[in-house]
């Protein structure tokens, strides 16, 4: 047998059936159909022609939705989780955040210090965050404080004052160091808390 195989198709039979086969051959007037289990012959004149077998592609199934994006946590929201976490109130972390970025992730200060509790570079890798994502900065700088605090036994002005310039200047002046930019630091927080106080009272 000779002639030209087609894969898939359909035989239209004198008959008027048509019969899915594999492939078919023809020579000297026969045609064999083949399928998986053999093949049938008989005279081409009882074969009308064939149709290629149409491809229908698989329904895909439904695309999962992909899961909604969360929003990102905002600036009050990630102080209150760090101050949580780390045993401080809510209302000490959100106005050392008041007072050191005004709430604004992308703050960089003249000095460099970056993020939301003014990070310096330095400090940030000692801590082994990266000050410019807003989850870490807060953290860390919370993490930091708390650290302060332990540090100088619980004395909050104390621990503001290193936070603000550093161990070593408190360390050096035994208590706030005579520094205008951290008294005023000191006492913006400190009003800053009082005026809470009152609120709730």
């Known amino acids: 047998m000779t002639g030209v195989a087609f894969a898939g198709e359909y035989a239209a039979l004198a008959s008027g059936s048509m019969l899915r086969v594999d492939r078919h051959e023809t020579s000297?007037?026969?045609?064999?159909?083949?399928?998986?289990?053999?093949?049938?012959?008989?005279?081409?004149?009882?074969?009308?022609?064939?149709?290629?077998?149409?491809?229908?592609?698989?329904?895909?199934?439904?695309?999962?939705?992909?899961?909604?994006?969360?929003?990102?946590?905002?600036?009050?929201?990630l102080a209150d989780a760090a101050a949580d976490k780390y045993g401080?109130?809510?209302?000490?972390?959100?106005?050392?955040?008041?007072?050191?970025?005004?709430?604004?992730?992308?703050?960089?200060?003249?000095?460099?210090?970056?993020?939301?509790?003014?990070?310096?570079?330095?400090?940030?890798?000692?801590?082994?965050?990266?000050?410019?994502?807003?989850?870490?900065?807060?953290?860390?700088?919370?993490?930091?404080?708390?650290?302060?605090?332990?540090?100088?036994?619980?004395?909050l002005w104390h621990a503001l004052a290193a936070f603000n310039a550093g161990p070593g200047a408190v360390d050096k002046y035994q208590g706030v160091p005579p520094y205008r930019e951290t008294i005023n630091y000191i006492g913006k927080i400190d009003r800053d808390l009082k005026k809470t106080d009152d609120a709730k009272q």
């Open 88 to 155: 401080l109130p809510r209302r000490l972390v959100r106005s050392v955040i008041s007072t050191e970025s005004d709430f604004q992730p992308q703050a960089v200060s003249p000095k460099g210090a970056i993020g939301l509790m003014q990070l310096m570079p330095s400090t940030a890798e000692a801590l082994g965050v990266d000050p410019r994502d807003p989850a870490q900065n807060v953290d860390a700088g919370t993490r930091y404080l708390r650290d302060l605090l332990e540090k100088y036994d619980g004395g």
């Open 28 to 77: 000297a007037g026969k045609v064999r159909l083949y399928n998986a289990d053999g093949y049938i012959e008989m005279d081409a004149a009882a074969v009308l022609g064939f149709e290629p077998e149409e491809y229908v592609p698989p329904v895909p199934a439904p695309a999962t939705p992909a899961p909604a994006a969360q929003p990102a946590p905002s600036p009050g929201q």
